[in-house]
């Protein structure tokens, strides 16, 4: 099956069969390995990405049924201007091991896209399905409050 995705501004024609999760479709396909595989069955967000801007786990969306435009985290920031979740994650060194990281950044941009002001249990709440074994919640609410911060004085 020969189909064209628009990721990250740009076009990618991929020959795959329908059923292929998006994840393999990004990592083994078009190369952006940002995305990880984290567990394959949507539970733990290690693998989220944007479609039209909505926060998804792509280990759990066929190609076919891609609906709109993927961002990846390769595509939210560049490293000349990291978006403003990206500067925050660095600035409150959110990252121990940093596998997971990629999915959470990705799913605290969509929360900030929906709801620029969040309180803690807003935040908690739009986090709850992304999973960090290290631990750095504390440290993921603070960047993810300092993002909205910083996008408010923007």
Known sequence: MSTTLRINGKRHQVELPGEVPLLWVLRDE???TGTKFGCGVAACGA???HIDGEAVRSCQVALSDVWGDVTTIEGLGTPQAMAAIQKA???H???QCGYCQSGQIMQAASLL?????PSDAEIDEAMQGNL??????PRIRAAIHAAAKALQEA
């Open 132 to 137: 960090c074994r290290c631990g750095t919640y």
């Open 47 to 49: 693998c989220t990405v």
């Open 89 to 91: 994650w660095v600035d």
């Open 93 to 95: 060194q959110v990252a």
């Open 30 to 32: 078009v190369g952006l």
């Open 113 to 117: 896209a929906e709801n620029p002001a």
